[in-house]
C-alpha cells in the first residue's frame, strides 16, 4: 500500500468515519515499518462536505462523473474551434448538466448518511462547473481524491493547489489537452476558422480523443473498482446477515426468558400479596387473642383469691364442728 492508495480507501468513506479510519491506516503503516507512510497518512486532511459528495459520486456513481468530463470536453473544444453554434448550445445545456449532478451528489450523500448542506451543494456545483471549464479540474474530480471545492470561470486555469490528496501525475490532465476554456468570443470564425460536425472528424481530434480515452478509462476503472466493492459488500452482507439471525435467535430466547420471568415475578407478587393479608388477619386475631387472655387472667386471679376466703370460712366451720362435737 502506497500514500495514494491509503488516500483513495480513505477518502472513500463517510466523514464521520474520516479520523478513525485515518488514525486505523496509519497504525496500519507503522506496524509494517513504513514511517514516512505513516506520516504521510496522517497528513491527510479531511475533505470539505462538497469535495466529500463528489469523491463519493466518482467510488459508488462514476457514470455522473464521466457525463461531466464528457460534456466538459465537448463545451471546450466548441470554445476552442470557434463553433459558435455548438457553444451556445451547449451553453444551454450546462445548467441542466450542473443540477443534474448536483442533484446526484446530495441523493447519494443522503443515502450515505450525512445530507449536504446548502453551501455544501453550492460548492459541489461550483466545483463541476470548473470540471466543465477545465481539464485538470475534470482530472481532479475523477480522482475520487478531493480534498476541496474548486472554483474557475474559464477564463484563466483553475487553481488545483491542494485540491487533491496523494496528487502524482497520473491525476493530471493528459499532455496536449487544453488546461484552460477560452470563451468563444476571443476566436473568431476569420482566425480560427468555423469547422462543421463533419469538418471535425475528418480533422485530428487528438485533444478530444485523448480526453474522451481518458474518461473511458476513469470510467473502466471506477467500474471495475465499483464490481469489487459490490463483490465484497455482499460478502459482508451474507456475513453480517448470518451473525444478524444468530442475534435474533438469542434476542428471541432472551426475550422467551423475559417474559417467563416476568410472569414468575407476577405470581410471586401475587402470593406474597395473599400472604400478607393473612399475616394481617392473624395479626389481629392474636390481638384479640392476647386481649382475651389478659381478661381471663385477671379473672383467674380473682377466682383464685376467692375461692381461698372461701376455703378458710370452710375450714373455721369444721374447727368449731370438730369442737362442737
Do not use: C
Amino acid at each position: 500500500m502506497d500514500l495514494r492508495d491509503a488516500a483513495q480507501e480513505l477518502y472513500a468513506v463517510a466523514p464521520r468515519d474520516f479520523t478513525t479510519e485515518r488514525t486505523a491506516l496509519v497504525r496500519k503503516a507503522k506496524d509494517d515499518g513504513d514511517k514516512d507512510l505513516a506520516k504521510g497518512i496522517g497528513s491527510l486532511p479531511k475533505p470539505a462536505a462538497g469535495a466529500w459528495a463528489i469523491n463519493m459520486l466518482a467510488v459508488h456513481k462514476p457514470e455522473v462523473i464521466d457525463g461531466v468530463v464528457r460534456f466538459g470536453v465537448s463545451l471546450r473544444n466548441a470554445q476552442e474551434e470557434g463553433d459558435a453554434e455548438a457553444f451556445r448550445e451547449l451553453g444551454q445545456q450546462r445548467q441542466g448538466q450542473l443540477t443534474a449532478a448536483v442533484h446526484a451528489a446530495k441523493d447519494l450523500a443522503g443515502e450515505l448518511g450525512a445530507p449536504l448542506s446548502a453551501a455544501a451543494a453550492a460548492d459541489a456545483e461550483q466545483t463541476f462547473r470548473a470540471a466543465m471549464a477545465d481539464a485538470g479540474a475534470a482530472a481532479a474530480v475523477a480522482t475520487g481524491r478531493l480534498v476541496r471545492g474548486l472554483s474557475g470561470s474559464g477564463f484563466e486555469t483553475v487553481d488545483l493547489t491542494g485540491a487533491v490528496a496523494a496528487a502524482g501525475p497520473e491525476d493530471q490532465a493528459a499532455p496536449g489537452q487544453e488546461t484552460t476554456a477560452k470563451p468563444a468570443a476571443r476566436r473568431s470564425p476569420a482566425s480560427s476558422g468555423t469547422k462543421t460536425p463533419k469538418s471535425r472528424a475528418q480533422g485530428a481530434p487528438a485533444p478530444e480523443k485523448a480526453q474522451q480515452e481518458q474518461a473511458t478509462s476513469l470510467a473502466d476503472r471506477r467500474a471495475a473498482k465499483q464490481q469489487a466493492a459490490l463483490k465484497e459488500a455482499r460478502s459482508e452482507f451474507e456475513d453480517a446477515n448470518k451473525e444478524a439471525r444468530i442475534a435474533e435467535e438469542a434476542a428471541s430466547q432472551a426475550w422467551d426468558l423475559v417474559n417467563a420471568l416476568s410472569a414468575r415475578r407476577t405470581n410471586l407478587k401475587s402470593d406474597i400479596e395473599d400472604v400478607r393479608k393473612r399475616l394481617a388477619s392473624l395479626e389481629a386475631e392474636l390481638i384479640g387473642l392476647t386481649r382475651d387472655a389478659e381478661t381471663a387472667e385477671s379473672g383467674k386471679k380473682l377466682a383464685v383469691r376467692a375461692a381461698t376466703q372461701k376455703r378458710r370460712a370452710a375450714d373455721q366451720a369444721k374447727r368449731r364442728v370438730d369442737r362442737l362435737s
